[in-house]
């Protein structure tokens, strides 16, 4: 079955930027998405398409793609921004949607 | 506002089925997909399948083809989500999402989700 893998845990100082990537080889054929999901609390979108932004997400969430690997960046990261960051994507055929393992942020 | 309220927490024994309620709020139910996925605690999100409430159809991932089941009632703008044969692994938050109709269900972004279900399986 396909799978996306994310890094298991990324760390940062407040105001550095935080780069989650997300690898599978159906991303060149399609999208993908990114989700904050904080303790408790259900998942939030916070990029979709690969590179946008649903409104009332901050800007210094941004996404970017190349071949195999979608990047989440977060720039000047925030202590509120400590949550865990899922991708999700398809398979090639589009048949079922797939989400990575999740990467946990930590903000020192 | 649009939201999604589902049901409350459900405690079934191993063999039990379990039915899920997702209600839309803020919108109508038809106008987009509905799609569900599970997190077991410390663990991922899992997806499990999508309905187009307009039309009934479904699709499921391989894992639950045999045992999940979901419906709708438009009427009171409801979908439902149903597994059987329930065993300790499905214990686990549920949720429903919404998702865009006019993308093909298994590749489209879901937003916003519901504040998931709790259930729990065990003897």
């Known amino acids: 079955s396909y799978e996306l893998t994310q890094p298991p845990s990324v760390s940062v100082s407040p105001g550095q930027t935080a780069r989650i990537t997300c690898s599978g080889d159906?991303?060149?054929?399609?999208?993908a998405y990114w989700y904050q999901q904080k303790p408790g609390q259900a998942p939030v979108l916070v990029i979709y398409?690969?590179?946008y932004s649903p409104s009332g997400i901050p800007e210094r969430f941004s996404g970017s793609s190349s071949g195999t690997t979608v990047t989440l960046t977060i720039s000047g990261v925030q202590a509120e921004d400590e949550a865990d960051y899922y991708c999700q994507s398809s398979d090639s055929s589009g048949t079922y949607a797939v989400f990575g393992g999740g990467t946990q942020l930590t903000v020192l | 506002q649009v939201q999604l309220v589902q049901s409350g927490a459900e405690l079934k024994r191993p063999g039990a089925s379990v039915k899920v309620s997702c209600k839309a709020s803020?919108?109508?139910?038809?106008?987009?997909?509905i799609n569900w996925v599970r997190q077991a605690t410390g663990q991922g999100l899992e997806w499990m399948g999508w309905?187009?409430?307009?039309?009934?159809?479904?699709g499921f991932a391989q894992k639950f083809q045999a045992r999940l089941t979901l419906t709708r009632d438009t009427s009171i703008g409801t979908a439902y989500m149903e597994l059987s044969s329930l065993r300790s692994e499905d214990t686990a938050v549920y949720f429903c999402a919404r998702a865009p109709r006019e993308i093909p269900p298994a590749i489209s972004w879901f937003d916003p989700w519901g504040q998931g279900t709790q259930v729990t399986v065990s003897s």
């Open positions: 159906a991303l060149p054929k399609q999208h």
């Open positions: 398409k690969d590179i």
């Open positions: 309905m187009n409430p307009k039309s009934g159809d479904t």
């Open positions: 803020g919108y109508t139910l038809t106008d987009y997909n």
